[in-house]
T-cell receptor, first 114, second 113 residues
Framework: SAVISQKPSRDICQRGTSLTIQCQVD?????MFWYRQQPGQSLTLIAT?????????ESGFVIDKFPISRPNLTFSTLTVSNMSPEDSSIYLC???????????FGSGTQLSVL | KQEVTQIPAALSVPEGENLVLNCSFT??????LQWFRQDPGKGLTSLLL?????REQTSGRLNASLDKSSGRSTLYIAASQPGDSATYLC????????????FGAGTQVVVTP
């Protein structure tokens, strides 16, 4: 299994500011995934973070709004830029560990934008 | 496009009763199906993963079944406890990448003492 450390666990931010969320894994993984869970909704994939190349974004999500870094095989960051109240959500990172096919999730970042 | 549905959306049971949570999916060509637990405001904890070749997977009080032909999975939780109160989500991999999951909306479970 993979142990994922995600921080911050929660934050309250002002409209127009940016927040960077960090995700650290205890082992090397090829792909990391970033999800968003809006209030009362299920999870939606934002992007796939690949080491050594640009992230791949899902329909409806753009790099200018959600820039992602992946400097090595154990770490990634997601930035939520120019925030508005509609960005209030739980943001989660996820990895697939080895050949198990199980996906493991970080503890999530609960973001509230005022 | 794969669609995943969970019924019921919410469930409340007294302690000791068995829980039955349902998950259905529209495209039966799945590699596996995974059940997760989510506590309020928190991340997801993986409970069980069933491979497409399996019909059942068990872990302690949890048992998950899979019927690919009918596009259904069921999560059974035996002898429920207040600590089982959480939202339970099922998910299947998208065909373009096993790491990308399509989630159901979840079943919110409350177990009353």
């Amino acid at each position: 299994s993979a142990v994922i450390s995600q921080k911050p666990s929660r934050d309250i931010c002002q409209r127009g500011t940016s927040l960077t969320i960090q995700c650290q894994v205890d082992s090397q993984v090829t792909m990391m995934f970033w999800y968003r869970q809006q209030p009362g909704q299920s999870l939606t994939l934002i992007a796939t973070a690949n080491q050594g190349s640009e992230a791949t974004y899902e329909s409806g999500f753009v790099i200018d709004k959600f820039p992602i870094s992946r400097p090595n095989l154990t770490f990634s960051t997601l930035t939520v830029s120019n925030m508005s109240p509609e960005d209030s959500s739980i943001y989660l990172c996820s990895v697939q560990s080895g050949t198990n096919e199980k996906l493991f999730f970080g503890s999530g970042t609960q973001l509230s934008v005022l | 496009k794969q669609e995943v549905t969970q019924i019921p959306a919410a469930l409340s049971v007294p302690e000791g009763e068995n829980l039955v949570l349902n998950c259905s999916f529209t495209d039966s060509a799945i590699y596996n199906l995974q059940w997760f637990r989510q506590d309020p405001g928190k991340g997801l904890t993986s409970l069980l993963l069933i491979q497409s070749s399996q019909r059942e997977q068990t872990s302690g009080r949890l048992n998950a079944s899979l019927d690919k032909s009918s596009g259904r999975s069921t999560l059974y939780i035996a002898a429920s406890q207040p600590g089982d109160s959480a939202t339970y989500l099922c998910a299947v991999p998208r065909t373009d990448s096993w790491g990308k999951l399509q989630f159901g909306a979840g079943t919110q479970v409350v177990v009353t003492p």
